[in-house]
């Protein structure tokens, strides 16, 4: 069963940071790029960051460079995003994604997605 199970989501301060975390099935995480999504209210999902099936290559949207960290474990099967300082512009549901390439996953071809955790940032 191919399965990306995303948590860590809540709610914090701005300035405070958060770490989220996607477990994933072995089908959906093994040899694939991994990448972090989000939605806020009323707006279209966009792209955050992905990071490469060796986790030596990183991208990230302008918005959170210098703040958020992606890296993935691949002997847990699991990719994480570290997000420090964070903003109330910050506040989404926060997607897992998987795709064969990194670049797929920047232009939002993804194969697999999670389900989805809040982060709610208050000022």
């Known amino acids: 069963q191919v399965q990306l199970v995303e948590s860590g989501g809540g709610l914090v301060q701005a300035g405070a940071s958060l770490r989220l975390s996607c477990a994933a099935s072995?089908?959906?995480?093994?040899?694939?790029?991994m990448g972090w999504f989000r939605q806020a209210p009323g707006k279209e999902r966009e792209f955050v960051a992905a990071?490469?099936?060796?986790?030596?290559?990183?991208n990230y949207a302008d918005s959170v460079k210098g703040r958020f960290t992606i890296s993935r474990d691949n002997a847990k099967y699991t990719a994480y995003i570290q997000m420090n300082i964070l903003k109330p512009e910050d506040t989404a549901v926060y997607y897992c994604?998987?795709?064969?390439?990194?670049?797929?996953?920047?232009?939002?071809?993804?194969?697999?997605w999670g389900q989805g955790t809040q982060v709610t940032v208050s000022s």
């Open positions: 990071v490469s099936w060796s986790g030596d290559n990183t």
């Open positions: 072995a089908r959906a995480f093994s040899g694939n790029a």
């Open positions: 994604a998987a795709a064969s390439q990194r670049l797929r996953i920047i232009k939002g071809i993804v194969d697999y």
